[in-house]
């Protein structure tokens, strides 16, 4: 089993910057790629980045298409954590973001077996 706790989550302004994190234990070792996912009220689970886990070897990242330039993922193994820098945040990000753990560099959430409890973020106009 594999236990990731989000933190980071906030209310910020519009063109402000928050910085989420998620920390990852138990059996690590059967990890292979960490993502973020988000969901807004009345509205489906959307993917928004994900990238290869393995310290050993460079990392492999994918962000969608509407993030991209904004939010950038990144890693620290050694701390097992997985971070989702956020910039020129807007109202439309406003969401509860989701960290989960997958075998593979994924997009869809259905691939990722392991989440997270969620953290909140909104953006105000």
């Known amino acids: 089993q594999v236990q990731l706790v989000e933190s980071g989550g906030g209310l910020v302004q519009a063109g402000g910057s928050l910085r989420l994190s998620c920390a990852a234990s138990g059996s690590i070792f059967s990890i292979n790629a960490m993502g973020w996912f988000r969901q807004a009220p009345g509205k489906e689970r959307e993917f928004v980045a994900a990238i290869s886990w393995s310290g050993g070897s460079a990392a492999v990242a994918s962000v969608a298409a509407s993030v991209r330039g904004r939010f950038t993922i990144d890693r620290d193994n050694a701390k097992n954590t997985v971070y989702l820098q956020m910039n020129s945040l807007k109202p439309e990000d406003t969401a509860v973001y989701y960290c989960?753990?997958?075998?593979?560099?994924?997009?869809?959430?259905?691939?990722?077996?392991?989440w997270g409890q969620g953290t909140q973020v909104t953006v105000s106009s």
């Open positions: 989960a753990a997958s075998n593979g560099v994924r997009t869809s959430g259905y691939e990722y077996d392991y």
